[in-house]
């Protein structure tokens, strides 16, 4: 399934063991010392580690090829959880996901607003509890919290100690993360990025933004600002940006973009019912009511999309150029509703130039745009507290280390 | 307002098949829009199986974590409804529910006519569907509205029963194209079964839509997204979201809740339907 196993710096081989079972889905002992490059002997002996720490089961054998079958490996998806959070200013969206990064509840509650942070945080750790409670797992099992943060519109929580604070209110660990990084994690371990070595997830939520995972590792950049999608520029003479730049794609066709288009298309606000006045919904919900509109077939609300589609791929074939990208998947609450509007527009932007030899990108839909972020944040936990890498390899990215051949496993 | 302000849903199904369900997540968009107007939320919680659903909702009661409870998929001989009953939640069904508790149907007789007049009026005649799980009430209601209406119509029609899954909707698919006679239409009753199916038809290499049309039900990216694009019947699935949490938040409030219906879905014709192809022309009198 995934060559980048043998070539991530995990912290441990314990970890490398476990990190190959959940890139494969299932896989035999065979298959791990194929993937992982370990002798025999260490496989058996991790694996009998793992499976006494109720974290890896045996699920039935493979099918036979001649000689005897084997016993397949996979995670034991109920040994644990994560608690991910996607805090933004209008909605705090919750979920509790399972080992392999799979959502089993969901809640969406009002958003931070105006709030003071200590309030926040005291209602974060309420709701959390709540959470655990209403699907009924044990405390213990839950394996700690992973943030996703505020956009840059949120002054009050600057130089507020926000992971330590909600550390000491949930007594669980924390992990904090931006949207696109988080979104793009929770991608690779739900195994969305398949067998690719680079990757991305393109977020739309009320901005964009791109997470990239290289060689099965998030790359931030040394500040943290590696795939800022958004800011590509899409024409020089365009509108100023809030980032004080001109015509960044998320000012000429980013959500908030395509929605101040809507609204001021009085005909188009009727066809699709946006609220004019102080009854005027979030960017969000109008982005969505908009897109609704256009899957219906509504002819303005659709060419109001596809106009910002190719905007968004042209940004995109930017990236994709840059980064030598395999494999790109469209995530966010923007996407989940207009994902098969954009989808298409993107892959003719990606692939429309047949001149020219460069290699096919494959573009996907995450199959959990709604819930990405606050999927990918508890997926950091998952990483962080299963799978860790080396000390000092999380930032700045192992880009300046030689890639190892890659070594593909039977499993 | 009430204790939580939450309101409870549980999916029984196993957690990987959520994501690949545009379908639920739009339809709790459409509950969880409606509700936050009024400070509410819905709790969504996926479990494996029957039993693990009906414990969600003794600890739910127990714990007083939700005011109400929106429950889908209802069953033939449904005993969630009594049982929530019996626990003090008050619970609004998506789709048929026995007389008396709060409900949004879907107009599944009529849509069913709809799918089929479509398929008669492109010349179709050996129609086949692959329905959902036989438990499932609307499925129940969906095939006695087929059979009814091919009857009328004097045509045959063909069903066989998947569970939803991609991989039920190959296989049914295959072994109804492996048949002496096979369909030249299929219709499915979700997205999944319906790529699948178009992909398996693909593969045994059959050219879509000329040598077989097939109509998916639940409109969803997958759907437009396909190749070609299939037709299928679609329902305003935010817009059933929010019929149902208005008819929760009645409940909620303690007022009478009736009844309601969702609009009949209509056909959305994409490029998996046309008139079927000349090897089963000859099958015609
Ligand atoms: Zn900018």
């Not at chain 1, 705090?92 to 399972?98: K, P, Q, R, S």
């Not at chain 1, 696109?180 to 994690?185: I, K, N, R, Y």
């Not at chain 1, 494959?362 to 299963?386: H, K, M, Q, Y």
């Not at chain 2, 959305?268 to 339907?273: E, F």
Request: aromatic letters at 4%; hydrophobic letters at 45%.
């Amino acid at each position: 399934m995934s060559g980048q196993v043998a070539s991530k710096p995990h912290a441990s081989s314990k970890a490398a063991v476990l990190d190959a079972i959940r890139a494969a889905g299932t896989i035999s002992r065979v298959g791990l010392i194929n993937a992982t490059g370990f002798t025999a002997p260490t496989i058996s002996n991790l694996v009998r580690k793992l499976i006494n720490e109720g974290l890896v089961v045996e699920t039935g054998r493979a099918e036979s090829t001649g000689g005897k079958r084997r016993i397949l490996l996979q995670l034991n998806h109920a040994a644990r959880y994560a608690v991910g959070v996607h805090l933004d200013d209008g909605v705090l969206t919750y979920v509790l996901t399972n080992l392999a990064g799979v959502a089993v509840a969901r809640i969406a509650r009002p958003g931070a607003g105006a709030e003071e942070p200590p309030g926040v945080v005291a209602r974060i750790a309420a709701e959390i509890a709540t959470l655990i409670e209403s699907v009924g797992v044990e405390r213990a099992r839950v394996l700690g919290l992973g943030l996703v943060l505020p956009g840059p519109s949120m002054r009050q929580w600057e130089g507020f100690p926000l992971g330590p604070e909600l550390e000491r209110a949930t007594t669980l660990p924390v992990v904090l993360d931006n949207d696109a990084t988080a979104a793009a994690l929770g991608e690779h371990w739900a195994g969305g990025f398949g067998a690719a070595s680079a990757a991305a997830a393109l977020y739309m939520g009320s901005g964009i933004g791109a997470g990239l995972v290289l060689n099965g590792i998030t790359y931030r950049g040394p500040r943290g600002n590696a795939g800022e999608l958004g800011h590509i520029c899409v024409h020089a003479d365009g509108p100023r940006c809030w980032c004080g730049a001109r015509g960044c794609v998320e000012a000429v066709a980013g959500p908030a973009a395509v929605v101040t288009a809507g609204r001021a298309d009085a005909s188009l606000a009727r066809a699709v019912g946006l609220r004019g006045g102080a009854e005027q919904s979030s960017v969000a919900t109008d982005f969505a009511t908009i897109s609704r509109a256009a899957r219906r077939g509504e002819p303005r609300a659709l060419a109001l999309l596809e106009s910002s589609a190719r905007y968004v791929g042209t940004a995109t074939r930017t990236l994709v150029n840059i980064m030598d990208l395999e494999v790109v998947v469209l995530t966010g609450p923007s996407f989940a509703v207009a994902g098969s509007v954009y989808l298409p527009v993107v892959r003719q932007e990606l692939h429309g130039f047949p001149a020219r030899s460069a290699p096919t990108v494959d573009v996907r839909l995450s199959r959990s745009a709604a819930t990405a972020c606050a999927i990918g944040a508890a997926t950091l936990v998952l990483e962080s507290e299963l799978v860790p890498l080396r000390q000092g390899l999380r930032l700045p990215g192992p880009l300046d280390s030689e890639p190892v051949p890659v070594t593909e496993p039977a499993g | 307002m009430g204790a939580t302000s939450a309101v409870g849903l549980v999916l029984a199904r196993p957690p990987r098949l959520l994501g690949a369900e545009p379908f639920f997540m739009e339809f709790i968009a459409g509950i969880e829009e409606r509700l936050a107007e009024h400070g509410r939320s819905v709790l969504l919680h996926i479990v494996a199986n029957h039993s693990a659903e009906i414990a969600a909702y003794r600890r739910w009661a127990q714990q007083q974590l939700v005011d109400a409870v929106v429950l889908v998929n209802p069953t033939v001989d449904d005993t969630r409804p009594a049982i929530l009953g019996e626990l003090g939640l008050p619970v609004v069904v998506a789709g048929e529910a026995a007389a008396g508790t709060p409900a949004v149907r879907r107009d599944d007789v009529g849509s069913v006519r709809a799918a089929l007049a479509h398929l008669l009026d492109l010349g179709h005649r050996r129609i086949a569907r692959v329905s959902g799980p036989e438990t499932l009430r609307h499925t129940r209601t969906r095939t006695a509205a087929l059979l009814k209406a091919v009857r009328s119509a004097g045509v045959t029609a063909e069903l066989v029963a998947g569970d939803y899954s991609e991989e039920s909707g190959a296989k049914l698919t295959t072994v109804l194209l492996g048949r002496p006679e096979p369909p030249s239409a299929i219709i499915y009753d979700n997205d999944l079964m319906a790529l699948a199916g178009l992909n398996a038809a693909k593969e045994l290499g059959l050219e879509i839509p000329r040598d077989l049309s097939l109509i998916a039900w639940d409109d969803s990216s997958l759907c437009r997204l396909a190749s070609p694009p299939l037709t299928t019947m679609s329902l305003d699935v935010h817009l059933f979201g929010d019929l149902v949490a208005e008819s929760v938040l009645r409940l909620i409030e303690g007022q009478p809740v009736a009844q309601r219906w969702c609009a009949t879905e209509s056909v959305v014709a994409r490029g998996t339907t046309a008139a079927p192809g000349p090897q089963h022309r000859t099958h015609l009198t």
